[in-house]
């Protein structure tokens, strides 16, 4: 543990909060995709099912159940509790293109050909690209709500965090995860535009608009 990764988990809890508030306190969930929180709790569930077999720390299992209840939490809120709310004609993503690759790469390419290692790296695939169906949705609606701008901010941040994380693990440790590294390199770089807009426009007052 080293202060950017710490961060990074900080960075992505508040955001994970930030979209239970916004949908609870509206009561709506209008303008968030319903997919892409589907793909983070299969992420989740994929990445922690080591829960109950490798202890590590207080910090890290907390985090593990916080992060899979959280996500299961958001997908019942979508799609029973609120779904009324739910734009599904603009969450249009067609997710098959972002399961399926990954699931075969993570077949082809892991660290150990073991069932928990492959359900890791799927997992560490899927992540980053998750947030696509998101983008997508914004970029058909044209507009998002200043808080679903910030509940993105914070997670784009948590991912680049880590990158610093790894980069200083590296360094410091001489410890290299190139799958997770890769990947969170492409899931920053899908944020890259995101955290313009964000900077120049939310962080002005003006309402964030996508190009379609």
Request: aromatic share 18%; proline share 2%; glycine share 4%.
């Amino acid at each position: 543990m080293n202060l950017f990764r710490f961060l990074g988990d900080l960075s992505h809890l508040l955001a994970i909060i930030l979209l239970l508030l916004k949908i609870w306190k509206s009561r709506s969930c209008a303008g968030i995709s319903g997919k892409s929180q589907v793909l983070f709790a299969v992420v989740f569930t994929a990445r922690y099912l080591d829960l109950f077999t490798n202890y590590i720390s207080l910090y890290n299992t907390c985090m593990k159940v916080v992060y899979i209840a959280c996500s299961f939490t958001t997908v019942w809120l979508i799609y029973s509790k609120f779904k009324a709310t739910y734009d599904g004609n603009h969450d249009t993503f067609r997710v098959e293109f972002l399961v399926v690759p990954t699931a075969i790469l993570a077949f082809l390419v892991n660290h150990d050909f073991t069932p928990l290692e492959i359900l890791w790296t799927f997992s560490i695939y899927l992540e980053s690209v998750a947030i696509l169906p998101q983008l997508f949705m914004i970029s058909k609606t044209g507009e998002a709500e200043t808080i679903t701008t910030h509940y993105l901010f914070f997670l784009g941040l948590y991912r680049a965090l880590y990158l610093v994380n790894w980069i200083w693990r590296f360094y410091f440790e001489g410890f290299f995860d190139l799958i997770a590294v890769v990947a969170g390199v492409v899931q920053t770089i899908l944020y890259c535009d995101f955290f313009y807009l964000y900077i120049t426009k939310v962080l002005k007052g003006k309402k964030l608009s996508l190009p379609a």
